[in-house]
């Protein structure tokens, strides 16, 4: 049983253009949904979070949109870039702090 | 600062053998965390400790596994006897406060054959 499920799977975009990942969730106890950025080699490394009294939330080229209602959110990667090539997880948490992930999306961008 | 380190990178062992993975969290998060992705699937939580106590160990897949944090720094995960089932990568994650972000570690990935 999923509770955070997220896609694509896999992702193959040319740098500068947009890269789209979502996640859908159905434990309405959810109030904090972390996005996590994993390198080859490497263990997931926290991006981008938000809460839900906000429907989005941009830092740099990453912005998280929201929708409570339909209990889904989104990684949007504006002009993406070949060093975004990434797996990147997303999650949700309530009051016990132990995030639920997503499956991951393998994110390659070409130049 | 050093970040979460994870002994060893990579091991293979056979069905029925021991394994023991070993995490050294950043110095002085008392929160230390166990995870385990199995190829493709999701990254699952296993336990929590805080300082030397176990928080919260209910993502424990069965008896097999023995996580211990003597002292309340270094944590060891012990899998024994390792079964197939149980291949994949195995992370741990630190952080400061309970509600705090998660530092995580390079990862231990596991194969058994």
């Known amino acids: 049983q999923q509770q955070v499920k997220q896609s694509p799977q896999s992702l193959i975009v040319q740098k500068g253009g947009i890269s789209i990942i979502n996640c859908a969730y159905e434990n309405t106890a959810f109030d904090y949904f972390p996005w996590y950025q994993q390198f080859p080699g490497k263990g997931p490394a926290l991006l981008i979070a938000i809460r839900p009294d906000v429907s989005e939330k941009k830092e740099g080229r990453f912005t998280i949109s929201f929708n409570k209602s339909a209990k889904q959110f989104s990684l949007h990667i504006m002009d993406s870039q070949p060093g975004d090539s990434a797996t990147y997880f997303c999650?949700?948490?309530?009051?016990?702090?132990?995030?639920?992930f997503g499956r991951g999306t393998s994110l390659i961008v070409h130049p | 600062e050093a970040g979460v380190t994870q002994f060893p990178s990579h091991s293979v062992i056979e069905k029925g053998q021991t394994v023991t993975l070993r995490c050294d969290p950043i110095s002085g998060h008392d929160n230390l965390y166990w995870y385990r992705r199995v190829m493709g699937k999701e990254i699952k939580f296993l336990l929590h400790?805080?300082?030397?106590?176990?928080?919260?160990e209910s993502g424990m897949p069965n008896n097999r596994f023995l996580a211990e944090r003597t002292g309340g720094t270094y944590s060891t995960l012990k899998v024994q006897p390792a079964e197939l089932e149980d291949s994949g990568v195995y992370f741990c994650a630190s952080s400061l406060l309970l509600a705090g972000e998660q530092f995580f570690g390079p990862g231990t990935r596991l194969t058994v054959l």
């Open positions: 999650a949700a948490s309530g009051g016990s702090y132990i995030p639920t």
């Open positions: 400790f805080v300082k030397e106590s176990k928080q919260d």
